[in-house]
């Protein structure tokens, strides 16, 4: 499938929305709700069994889904602010909160992530650092970029070890 180009149309995701989706152990998606076609403008058949990868825009730093897969295998929740990029190039905003679901048994089941919208002020502060992110990658990687987004969340207070806390309190 080739990827839209992406444009500066920005679509709602409004407060009563829950974007659902459910993926294998190789971040394939495996179920999505009604919602989540309706605003990334693909159907089911376009995504299932697809990498959620799909929907990666450029702007999102590779190193924030660096920390979430390294926590999210770990079976570790991570709350996390993506910038998603739909089939005709528009994009939408989400927090993001990704977990592992595990069988009866304490075996893997799946990952299940549920997105909801995000405040201005999140979106104004999360953009700016992302920005900064991404200018980080180009000239020193992934982890020059997580440099940066440690000293975002020490200026707050926060650590890797509080990142779920740091993200829900900007979205207030």
């Known amino acids: ?52 990868s799909i929907l990666r825009h450029p702007d999102m730093p590779k190193a924030i889904f660096k920390y979430l897969w390294d926590n999210i295998s770990e079976g570790k929740e991570v709350h996390a602010y993506v910038k998603n990029l739909c089939k005709d190039g528009s994009y939408y905003w989400v927090l993001a909160q990704v977990r592992m679901a595990k069988n009866p048994d304490g075996s893997f089941r799946n990952y299940v992530s549920t997105r909801k919208c995000i405040t201005d002020s999140a979106k104004a502060t999360i953009s700016e650092l992302y920005a900064k992110m991404l200018e980080a990658e180009k000239e020193g990687g992934i982890d020059a970029s997580l440099e940066v987004l440690n000293a975002f ?19 207030k």
């Open 1 to 52: 499938m080739e990827r839209p180009t992406p444009t500066d149309v920005e679509r709602e995701v409004k407060s009563i929305d829950m974007i659902v989706s459910k993926g294998d152990a190789e971040g394939n998606i495996t179920y999505t709700n009604p919602i989540f076609m309706k605003i990334s403008g693909y159907s089911q058949g376009e995504l299932l069994d697809k990498p959620h």
């Open 153 to 171: 969340l020490a200026e707050r207070g926060h650590s890797l070890a509080t990142f779920n806390a740091c993200m829900d309190e900007l979205n």
